[in-house]
């Protein structure tokens, strides 16, 4: 029977917590970050052995750990609401800290250069989320922001927040962006029909809409590249 260690049996080079400030954070392993989330065990599991379990229901991958809603946390026992809570704020920290280092000067030369610049905020969604990117005359980064959000299979798209932040921006170009979680990149009917209405809008305002780009875990699919712009 295998017996049951708590953390605060563990010798102080294998605690985290006395580890990450003796040896730095990138001393950890996954399950270890975790578990200084997480704080506390159950009676009969430490925190590390409840970062473990979590891991292995993801297979280890943070990208679908990210995924996660609360109530895929709350189904470990020993995690309940306040656990799960703090552990998506913190992916969500994470996935946040990486939108804040795209480089706004970036200039986006290709739908792969795009697709780069914009995908770390996109492939860990399990609902669809659209956003757009402004752009100068040397087609350098402005500004990338949220347009909307909604379910697993569509997001309703409001032109005129579109536009009013690009006018904000003073941008001459705006690239669009949607997900699709399903993980099948090719284009809807509905998708080509908002894409057209929206590039008509961008030409009363000349604004030229370069791309649309619909967002996968693993790939992308450009209109342009596809000579549908």
Same mark, same amino acid.
């Given at each position: 029977m295998k017996q049951f260690l708590s953390i605060k049996d563990m010798s102080k080079d294998d605690k985290p917590r006395e580890k990450l400030i003796l040896k730095g954070k990138s001393s950890l392993s996954d399950s270890e970050l975790l578990a200084l989330l997480i704080s506390t065990g159950t009676s009969g599991k430490s925190a590390i052995?409840?970062?473990? #379990?979590?891991? +292995?229901?993801?297979?280890? &991958? =943070?990208?679908?750990?990210?995924? *996660?809603?609360?109530g895929d946390f709350c189904k470990i026992e020993g995690i309940g609401t306040a656990k799960a809570v703090l552990i998506s704020a913190a992916l969500e920290?994470?996935?946040?800290?990486?939108?804040?280092?795209?480089?706004?000067?970036?200039?986006?030369?290709?739908?792969?250069?795009?697709? #780069?610049?914009? +995908?770390?905020?996109?492939? &860990? =969604?399990?609902?669809?989320?659209? *956003?757009i990117m402004t752009l100068n005359r040397k087609n350098a980064i402005l500004g990338m922001y949220k347009i909307s959000e909604g379910g697993i299979t569509s997001t309703v798209v409001d032109q005129r927040r579109i536009f009013k932040i690009a006018l904000d921006d003073k941008s001459t170009a705006i690239m669009l962006f949607h997900n699709h979680p399903s993980g099948n990149a090719l284009p809807s009917l509905a998708d080509n029909e908002l894409t057209q209405k929206i590039k008509q809008g961008g030409k009363l305002l000349d604004i030229n809409v370069v791309d649309h780009i619909i967002v996968t875990s693993k790939s992308y699919y450009s209109y342009a590249d596809n000579g549908l712009m």
């Open positions: 052995d409840l970062s473990r #379990e979590i891991l +292995k229901k993801c297979n280890g &991958d =943070l990208n679908q750990l990210s995924r *996660w809603s609360i920290l994470s996935n946040r800290k990486r939108l804040s280092q795209t480089d706004e000067k970036k200039s986006i030369k290709c739908s792969a250069d795009a697709y #780069e610049s914009i +995908k770390h905020v996109m492939v &860990d =969604l399990s609902y669809e989320e659209f *956003w």
